[in-house]
């Protein structure tokens, strides 16, 4: 991970901890930015990566963990001030960090979908554009899942090869489209998850194909 790389994971960490109402109370005073000089970190991430692949996806699963969180807009701003009375700590109530959280959060969030954009991808209401090509899909996904699980490995392995065979979802390995539906979305409970990893891949189109699927699936992405 490249340095300015490893500064962003610090704040991001820092609105997780603020989010989640960790103690946050004292953080050093270097640790703060004016929202130019987050700017220039930003700026300074993107141009560190070798490749334009491989900067989207750290951006994209920097802002899986963003679309986590969930911040007020502050149409307050935020004083950044130095407390020359401390040598290393800001001493800042609640408010105030709160404050500072919410400004920087909507910064980071609107660099990085901006970036991506600029990209080609589309992460309108799509917290995972590196699976979903667009932020329609996903909620066409979730709708699916809600109305058609019966069996939960052909029904997803029907699913995967066919968004994936019409071009609706981004190339993914199994493992890593299972365990993100898993993990992070929630759609798959910890009993079905283990089934799965005992078979270690989803099957095939052809294999998991029904005339039950084929109804289900077109009637929700086709319509």
């Known amino acids: 991970?490249?340095?300015h790389?490893?500064?962003?994971?610090?704040?991001?960490?820092?609105?997780?901890?603020?989010?989640?109402?960790?103690?946050?109370?004292?953080?050093g005073q270097n640790f703060f930015r004016t929202l130019p000089k987050l700017d220039e970190l930003i700026n300074s991430y993107f141009r560190d990566f070798e490749n334009s692949d491989e900067r989207n996806k750290?951006?994209?699963h920097k802002l899986e963990t963003l679309n986590k969180l969930s911040f007020d807009k502050n149409d307050e701003g935020y004083t950044l001030y130095k407390d020359t009375?401390?040598?290393?700590?800001?001493?800042l109530s609640k408010d105030e960090h709160l404050k500072y959280a919410s400004s920087i959060y909507h910064q980071f969030k609107d660099s990085f979908i901006n970036k991506l954009r600029e990209e080609g991808i589309?992460?309108?209401?799509?917290?995972?554009?590196?699976?979903?090509?667009?932020?329609?899909v996903y909620h066409k996904f979730l709708k699916y899942t809600k109305k058609h699980i019966i069996d939960p490995y052909l029904d997803y392995s029907y699913l995967k090869k066919r968004l994936e065979d019409e071009g609706l979802i981004h190339r993914t390995k199994d493992n890593e489209f299972m365990k993100v539906l898993f993990k992070d979305m929630k759609v798959i409970n910890e009993r079905d998850y283990d089934k799965y990893?005992?078979?270690n891949k989803l099957t095939s189109l052809g294999k998991s194909n029904s005339?039950?699927?084929?109804?289900?699936y077109n009637n929700i992405f086709l319509s």
Do not use: C
Not at 9 to 16: D, G, H, Q, R, S
Not at 122 to 136: A, K, M, Q, R, W
């Open 122 to 136: 589309d992460v309108s209401e799509n917290p995972y554009p590196l699976i979903f090509v667009s932020g329609t």
């Open 211 to 216: 005339e039950q699927r084929l109804n289900n």
């Open 197 to 199: 990893l005992l078979k």
């Open 58 to 60: 750290a951006i994209a």
């Open 85 to 91: 009375t401390r040598k290393s700590s800001l001493n």
């Open 5 to 27: 790389g490893r500064k962003i994971n610090k704040i991001i960490e820092y609105l997780v901890d603020v989010y989640t109402e960790k103690d946050f109370s004292a953080k």
């Open 1 to 3: 991970m490249n340095k």
